[in-house]
């Protein structure tokens, strides 16, 4: 099995764009899809990215994912970043055989 | 809409045991892959167990295994989780969620029902 490292914290600026990392310790980022998630105080995740970088319905475009196989990371992209995206973001992927993965959360707070 | 609704949540004693339900409505629940995922109090999503749509396909967080057991009843639109020899790590808000259709995430969410193992 393998695990997603998230750091713990990241801040940022009203405006600015911010990117949350999410590395994976064995096998390639590449081979499963990754999902991210974002869940504010008292509520449940909802998605934000699937499939490395698709956008449900409703997320706004300022959200975006990718993919690097050189550090075998995801990343999160929020750009124009808002007050209202202040929440945990979680990283999530899983190997060929269904075991799922997620990571251990990076809390996002917009100063 | 689509709605999932947990219960069977509450207070056991470490070695006991508990089972969660969730009650589906709002879309064709046999067409869907099912997944419990939990959260201890102030820490992170892990998941814990899949389920096919049909029941034919079973997986397990390594945690769980050989202590928890993952069902459901399509006719009734419920997913269950017999959750035996509980240990206080166990303790945890535990969600109900959809897998999407033929793609792999997770798009709808229950609100989760509060387990907690103590003496």
């Known amino acids: 099995n393998f695990v997603l490292t998230q750091p713990h914290s990241v801040s940022e600026s009203p405006g600015k764009t911010v990117t949350i990392s999410c590395t994976r310790s064995?096998?390639?980022?590449?081979?499963?899809?990754v999902q991210w998630y974002q869940q504010r105080p008292g509520s449940a995740p909802t998605t934000v990215i699937y499939e490395d970088n698709k956008r449900p319905s409703g997320v706004p475009g300022r959200f975006s994912g990718s993919i690097d196989s050189s550090s075998n990371s995801a990343s999160l992209i929020i750009s124009g970043v808002k007050t209202d995206d202040e929440a945990d973001y979680y990283c999530h992927s899983y190997d060929g055989s269904d075991h799922w993965v997620f990571g251990g959360g990076t809390r996002l707070t917009v100063l | 809409e689509v709605q999932l609704v947990e219960s069977g949540g509450g207070l056991v004693k470490p070695g006991g045991s508990l089972r969660l339900s969730c009650a589906a409505s709002?879309?064709?629940?046999?067409?869907?892959?099912m997944h419990w995922v939990r959260q201890a109090p102030g820490k992170g999503l892990e998941w814990v167990s899949s389920i096919s749509n049909t029941g034919s396909y079973i997986y397990y967080g390594d945690s769980m295994k050989g202590r928890f057991t993952i069902s459901r009843d399509n006719a009734k639109n419920s997913l269950y989780l017999q959750m035996n020899s509980l240990r206080a790590e166990d303790t945890a808000v535990y969600y109900c969620?959809?897998?999407?259709?033929?793609?792999?995430?997770?798009?709808?969410w229950g609100q989760g029902t509060l387990v907690t193992v103590s003496s």
């Open positions: 969620a959809r897998r999407a259709d033929d793609s792999p995430h997770l798009d709808y």
């Open positions: 709002g879309f064709t629940f046999n067409f869907y892959n």
């Open positions: 064995s096998g390639s980022i590449a081979s499963d899809y």
